[in-house]
Structure formats: structure tokens, C-alpha cells
């Protein structure tokens, strides 16, 4: 177990993951004694979320966990995520927006109701959350491009947290989509959620002093730039001068959450990149860790990867299976990883300390000095 707890002055940025598909989470130690967390997944040995566990080895209160996120609702970022929500009774919540509210909750309602008839839920989790604010009588809110999310106060530093997406035009078109996956949900008996909800990602950026991080979660880059990284890159009123040194890459590396901009107007010329792989789906692939090694010497996985580069193919019936079901293919083997980053936010010009913890790893570049 990982017990070292941050001292006062610290700033942590922690990633934990698993290289099985089983998810990531991010984990966020703000102020004095201030924490957050982003996604969550579980521990299949112990049923536990692993930012929980987390939490708990190094001794934090979590009374003092400030605010929980959910970035999008694909399992292996939304699993265990209710557990946490109850066992922080202090802690803000906040999802992706979307302007038709209601039809959203009918839809995350439709969802479980299916799945106790025996139909798989893409929302279920998610369902849990909302039912537990409400029996606490708190409130939630809606990520959207520009928002702040969490601002503490503490030893004379501003530490500010923003969602950067969904963009406006992102939550325009998903509101046409519930109406028509509550459409088609009346005449399916499988998830509800036929398409991918990484383009609703919350992206994020941390704020503190002369200091930024940036938090891909699993956003993609956009068809245009009224979405995705292309909408934050030429639109965010977010971002600013300022460029992070520490940069979560997005969808575990994946091709469509890469854009060259990104580097040239969010991201330090060196900075410390961290992923999780996800090897159900082979990423990240060869190509991709090559791209990222161009922008930076400092890459860190929760866990060891095969890179490939193409993805593994499998008969068509098999697919269309898969497709039909939206069943969730990830390996057996769990492999839980840790890779924490440290700062101390009174010493001016600090810079971040990462270390590795359980399988994770530096990722080792061929290139020539």
C-alpha cells in the first residue's frame, strides 16, 4: 500500500490506472488539505474504486474531498465512481452538460429500469451518483467549456480548476442525440449508448501560481473547431499565457485525442506527460508514442504496453456482435499502476517530482541524444 502522505504545501497530481482496461482515475491534492478526484475505477480483487483505496493508504480525510468529476460515462472511467461519491460526503459533483436536462435523467432512468430486466446499462453508475446528491440535497454541476469548476484560497495562492469542455456545440448535438437514443431505447433490450461520449469529455486545467496542468480525460481533437481540442485550442477563454508542464494525454494515447496545436499553445516545450494504457484496444500504438516522444523525453504509464501499429483484427460476426451489444473486451490480467506528481507551491520555481509506484513506469524512447 501507498502510504506517504503530501506535506501542506504540496501540490499532487496523481494517475492511477490499470493496463487491462479496467480504467483511470486522477486523483488531485489542492491548498493545505483539499483533494479531488476525476473518474474513477475499481480494483477487480477487491471491488474497491482504487482512488478510494488510494486515498485511505496515504491518509487523507475524506471529509476533505472537495469535488468529484465524472468526465464521460464509459465504464472504465465511471466504475466504483457512486462508492466514492458516498464515502465523501463534503464533495461537490459535477458531469458533462447537456442544455435538456431532463430528457437526459429520463434517459439515465430508462437505462436502469432496462437493466433490471437483464439488459447491459451504460448509465447505471452514473444513476447511483445523481440519486445520492439528490438524497443529500446538494447539487451538482454541469461541466462546460470556460466553467470553473473549484476555486480554494489557501496560504496567500489561488488554486483554480476549470472544465474546458464539452464545447457549446458539443452540448447542442447531444441534446438531438438523447431524443434519439430514447427513441430507439424503446425498441432495444441492450446499452442505450451506441455512440461514444468521448467527444462530451471534460477536459480540465489546473491553476496555481505560475504553474498549469492539463487533463485530457478522453476527449478527441473535433471535426472542427467548434469541438473537442480544436474548439479549446483556437476558442477556451481559459487558457492563457501560461503552459502546463504536466499534460494527462488523452483516450490512453489514442490517435484521435492527439492534435500537433495542442503543443504549440497549451503544452510547455518540456513537459511530463502521463498516460494509462488500454490494451483491449492495443493503445497506445507505435506510431503514437513516437509522435508524443518528439514533445517530450518525460512519458509515464500506469502500467507496461505492447505497441502496435494497427489494431487486432477479429471476424466481422464477432464485431458486429460486440457492436450490437456494446460489450466491453478487456484481458484478465490486472495490472494497477501509480504515477504521482509533486510540487511545492510556496517554493518559487519549483518543479514537479513524479514517481512511479506498483506497475507504473517510465516509458523508455529510442532516440539519440
Known sequence: ????????????????????????????????????????????????????????????????????????????????????????????FSFSSVNDLNKFLLLCELDYSKSLKGSKSSTKEFAKCLEIINDRGTYFTKAQSDLLLMKIEENLCNFELFALSPSPKTVINFDGEISKLITQFGTRNTAIINKSPNDKSVALLLKFNDVRVLLGADLEIGKDNHEGWRHIVYKSKAKDKTKSKLYKIPHHGSHNGYLKEIFEVLVDEHPTLKLTPFRSSNLPREDMIEKYSNHSKEIYSTSAFLVSKKPKKRDKSIEKIIERNTLAISEIKFNYGVVRSRINYEIKHDTWKTEVFESGLKVKINQED
Do not use: F, R
Request: aromatic share 4%; hydrophobic share 40%.
Open 1 to 92: 500500500m501507498i502510504t506517504q502522505s503530501p506535506l501542506s504545501t504540496e501540490v499532487e497530481v496523481t494517475l492511477i490506472g490499470t493496463g487491462g482496461g479496467y480504467g483511470e482515475s486522477v486523483v488531485l491534492k489542492l491548498g493545505i488539505d483539499k483533494w479531488i478526484v476525476i473518474d474513477s475505477c475499481v480494483n477487480p480483487e477487491t471491488k474497491e474504486p482504487l482512488a478510494l483505496e488510494y486515498l485511505i493508504g496515504i491518509g487523507a480525510d475524506l471529509s476533505k474531498v472537495v469535488l468529484i468529476v465524472c468526465t464521460h460515462w464509459h465504464s472504465n472511467h465511471i466504475a466504483g465512481l457512486s462508492k466514492l461519491l458516498e464515502k465523501c460526503p463534503n464533495c461537490e
